[in-house]
């Protein structure tokens, strides 16, 4: 009897160590996945779940510009019409950015303090794709008269100014005159820190970048126009519909030149556990695309949440099999009751049956004795 009520107590034990351990693997994994905020845009812009964020990352081969977004979303968006998908009036269908980094270049204030930044050149609704926390300022659009506008970070915001309330203020690209449209926050997550480097960032327009390089606004300056980064933000009516209908515009999935992340399914738990099966595949670099930093934070995190989720599903084992031990030992249980029931029934029929047959004997003898 000890023996049995010991094994009770350590397989209860067992199911609630591996429930909790799932239920903090579960929360762990929530976070870190929420943490890449880059890849909730989508949510962000449609509260109502029914549309699909993808990026497209280009080799440096590539044929993909500033002239090509028209485009695919001409594309795009005749087959969403044929998918009967309704654009309401003044309403935009498709939110879209591109960006491309262009390298490093010298920064200066109108006093005497100088730095180095990385510089990124956007385009479309490409502060709607981040998750910067905006610190002083506003961001810049296309739309704005003047595409002389930079977002800067806030080390290099100190670097110039000693503040980051400096929205306004007017700083120097290689030269070229720009004002400070907005103040950005450094990158907080473990992963971004790693892939962000250590040098100071600002973001300019395409426009701009083409005023750093003497105004030069021509289609021939293709490298001007140059993308590595497309996103965006697609209605989707059905499963995989967003993903295919890029995917077919691009050529289909092998195509060598791009490669298209689904960011709205890739944090999902059941894919991440499968694919963590597949690790050395996931690892291998097929194009020879350089990734911008907040996709490589993104990488390393679905890196992490493959192996939290795969080790999540194995906590189920315990829980699973002591479930199916119920289930086998009520079954037996349930028999050895039936067969009770069954056999009492069976006596209860016996005597009634036993009870009829000798009312039937006493009332033919009584018929036999009335004559």
């Known amino acids: 009897m000890k023996i049995k009520k010991v094994l009770i107590a350590a397989l209860a034990a067992a199911n609630v160590l591996s429930i909790g351990t799932g239920l903090i693997l579960t929360a762990v994994g929530s976070s870190l996945a929420k943490s890449q905020g880059t890849n909730y845009a989508a949510q962000r812009w449609d509260a109502e779940g029914g549309s699909a964020q993808l990026s497209c ?4 081969n590539a044929e ?49 303090a100088r730095s180095e930044a990385m510089i990124t050149a956007v385009g479309g609704d490409f502060f709607l794709f981040r998750d ?73 327009s395409y426009e701009g970048l083409k005023l750093i390089n003497g105004g030069i606004t021509e289609e021939g300056s293709d490298y001007l ?7 965006c933000i697609v209605p989707n009516p059905v499963e995989n519909f967003a993903y295919n209908a890029l995917d077919e515009y691009f050529g289909g999935s092998h195509n060598t030149t791009v490669s298209i992340v ?41 890196f992490r949440l493959s192996g939290i989720y ?38 209860s029929v016996t005597k009634v049956l036993y009870n009829r047959s000798i009312l039937r004997e006493q009332k033919k003898e009584q018929r036999k004795n009335k004559k």
């Open 57 to 60: 990352f280009f080799t440096e």
């Open 64 to 112: 993909f510009s500033t002239y090509s977004v028209p485009y695919i979303t001409q594309t795009l968006t005749d087959k969403l019409k044929n998918a009967g998908v309704i654009v309401e009036e003044g309403q935009k269908l498709i939110p879209e950015a591109y960006s491309v980094t262009t390298g490093q270049m010298s920064v200066r204030c109108d006093r005497t």
């Open 262 to 302: 689904n960011n709205t399914e890739r944090f999902n738990p059941t894919k991440l556990a499968k694919k963590h099966k597949n690790l050395s595949d996931y690892a291998i670099a097929d194009k020879p695309i350089v990734y911008p930093y907040w996709e490589n934070a993104s990488r390393i995190t679905e």
């Open 310 to 347: 795969y080790f999540r599903r194995l906590t189920y084992i315990i829980p699973i099999l002591t479930l199916l031990l119920l289930i086998a030992l009520g079954w037996r249980a349930g028999g050895r009751l039936r067969q009770k029931i069954t056999t009492k029934l069976g006596d």
């Open 225 to 231: 126009n140059k993308i590595s980064c497309y996103e």
């Open 132 to 204: 910067f926390k905006l610190l002083d300022g506003s961001y810049f659009s296309e739309s704005d008269l003047m595409q002389d506008g930079a977002v800067i970070d806030r080390v290099l915001a100190w670097e110039l100014y000693g503040s980051e309330d400096i929205a306004g203020m007017n700083i120097y690209l290689n030269g070229v005159k720009f004002y400070i449209s907005g103040v950005i926050d450094t990158p907080s997550t473990e992963q971004e820190k790693k892939t962000v480097g250590d040098i100071s960032r600002a973001y300019i």
